[in-house]
């Protein structure tokens, strides 16, 4: 056995730093799934419309700025130069939809757009699926590297078979916990895109789907609980 201070910290090393990375990894997946939103599909058929500049197609992706700052049902388009303003303005017009200048001498576009379709939102369905099964892919992998790294040290006699067989254990624990909250929140936020067009199509939507609707009424159930002492609290404003 290798000379070595065999304390609880020292012991735990790989499977707290595997923990760690888990625990990085959901955060990055839950931070990226938060900032997708049901507009961003009226915003994807934006940025992939072609506008003529100087004789080349350009996407507008790469001559503007598209977003819904307040409506998700009004887009907000910033032509990078005012050179490409009018011809920005004249295709989305062509293209159908209704646009106007924010203001006088502005490089702001209003836009008014539909409800985003069926397919639309479906299109954003599918990147959460890709984007969860890449979750489950680096977590995956960070298990096995782990592994690996314990399998070397109990060769080389650095741990003792018995640390390893612990370390392993507090590891799957933690990678089947936190792959089933990557899974639930994968899902809860197609739910929530989708709505009644939801359908499952992954091997695990039935099991996370009830879920994701019990979750969704106790929170309905929550606001309405809110709205109702918010109102009752204004109206005691209002007697005093």
């Known amino acids: 056995m290798a000379e070595q201070s065999l ?11 595997a923990i760690s990375n888990f625990y990085k990894a ?3 997946f839950a931070d990226v799934i938060t900032d997708i939103k049901s507009e961003d599909a009226n915003i994807a058929v934006f940025n992939s419309i072609f506008v003529m500049i100087d004789g080349r197609k350009r996407r507008l992706a790469d001559i503007a700025n598209v977003e819904a700052p307040d409506d998700p049902l009004s887009l907000e388009v910033m032509v990078y130069s005012k050179d490409n303003l009018e011809a920005v303005i004249t295709t989305i017009k062509e293209s159908g939809f209704p646009a106007k200048l924010k203001e006088k001498n502005s490089q702001f576009l209003i836009v ?3 409800p985003p379709s069926r397919m639309q939102l479906e299109e954003i369905g599918d990147d959460l699926i890709r984007r969860t099964n890449s979750l489950v892919m680096r977590l995956t992998k960070i298990k096995t590297n782990t592994a690996l790294r314990i399998r070397a040290a109990v060769q080389n006699e650095f741990i003792e078979t018995k640390i390893a ?3 392993t254990k507090k590891i799957d624990n ?4 936190i792959e089933s909250e990557g899974k639930f929140l994968g899902v809860l936020k197609r739910k929530q895109i989708l709505g009644s067009y939801f359908k499952s199509t992954e091997k695990d939507d039935e099991i996370f789907i009830k879920k994701v609707n019990l979750y969704l009424k106790l929170n309905d159930n929550l606001k309405q609980i809110e709205m109702i002492k918010e109102e009752e609290s204004q109206k005691n404003q209002a007697l005093s």
């Open 165 to 167: 067989t612990l370390a």
């Open 174 to 177: 933690t990678h089947v916990k």
């Open 112 to 114: 008014k757009v539909p």
């Open 26 to 28: 959901i955060e990055d």
């Open 7 to 17: 304390t609880p910290e020292n012991l735990e090393s790989y499977s707290t730093e």
